[in-house]
């Protein structure tokens, strides 16, 4: 039976074979995956794939998040989130890589500083590879910040100008903030723009209040999560019993820095809950397993 045939047979709509595959036709277009490091310290091993060698399943570390994918960072204020990415779009500039940096929270200038306070903290001379990272400032512009068509042309510029390969969004939440039942529609939007242009991506997003702590939920539901490749949650909690001390070795009054990894579709990854560190020089860590 031939397209025409299919068409009048069905009535209405229209047949698009131009998005369909054999299988042996879309493996041929499927990038090799590999881990991109972050730059965190505890985290680029928790990310792994398994091969078949000589006829036995080997689990392979992957030394750092799957390359091209699009990861969701959530958590509520003052979890570490923005300090994640900063240090993952440092890293990967100071290794001579291109990384688009869309600040929808926080002026281009800030933004800059922040990332060179990040940089001295590693150990590295910001000066050095300032300009691997591309900024683009929708915090001050508001028709970057409400119109997703206008902001996709402009990283698609950047991405085509600079030779991106790496695009980080500070929040994701800014761009459907008043606007929450369209979260869906923007994340997918985005999603499917990171994937065209073969991107590496963290979307940071924020939880509201009432969200539970460790959870993949987030400001537009669980829209975003559900959409990207994987989640990293982030969390704090306050030891305010007995108990709550027993379970993370800490005393009464202290807080705790929590973290996991929600899901991962491109590979295997660690599932328990990790504790997390924040410097006193500003970089986060991702430390042992909670009750290890």
């Known amino acids: 039976m031939d397209r025409d045939e299919v068409q009048k047979l069905y009535g209405e709509g229209e047949v698009v074979l131009d998005s369909v595959f054999k299988g042996s036709q879309a493996i041929e277009k499927a990038p090799k995956i590999y881990g991109v490091p972050t730059g965190i310290e505890g985290l680029d091993e928790l990310f792994f794939i398994v091969v078949s ?117 500070d929040s994701v939440t800014g761009l459907f903030e008043t606007k929450e039942m369209l979260a869906r529609a923007v994340v997918r939007r985005l999603f499917n723009f990171m994937k065209k242009w073969y991107q590496t991506a963290l979307f940071v997003s924020q939880k509201r209040s009432g969200h539970e702590e460790l959870t993949a939920e987030a400001a537009g539901g669980y829209a975003v999560g559900h959409i990207v490749d994987g989640t990293m949650v982030l969390a704090k909690e306050l030891i305010d019993s007995p108990y709550k001390s027993k379970l993370y070795g800490k005393p009464v009054g202290d807080i705790v820095r929590l973290f996991r990894i929600d899901g991962c579709r491109m590979s295997g990854h660690d599932t328990k809950t990790h504790f997390l560190e924040i410097t006193e020089s500003g970089l986060v860590k991702i430390g042992q397993p909670i009750g290890k």
């Open 53 to 169: 060698e000589k006829g036995k399943i080997v689990k392979k570390n992957l030394g750092g998040i799957p390359a091209y994918s699009v990861f969701n960072i959530t958590g509520v204020s003052d979890t570490g989130k923005t300090l994640m990415v900063e240090q993952f779009a440092v890293n990967q500039a100071s290794k001579g890589e291109k990384v688009a940096f869309i600040t929808v929270e926080t002026p281009a200038n800030f933004v800059a500083s922040s990332l060179k306070l990040r940089a001295t903290a590693m150990g590295l001379n910001f000066d050095d590879f300032q300009d691997n990272i591309i900024i683009i400032d929708a915090a001050s512009s508001t028709k970057l910040r409400e119109n997703i068509p206008d902001l996709l042309a402009t990283l698609a510029y950047v991405i085509k100008e600079y030779k991106v390969k790496f695009t980080v969004i």
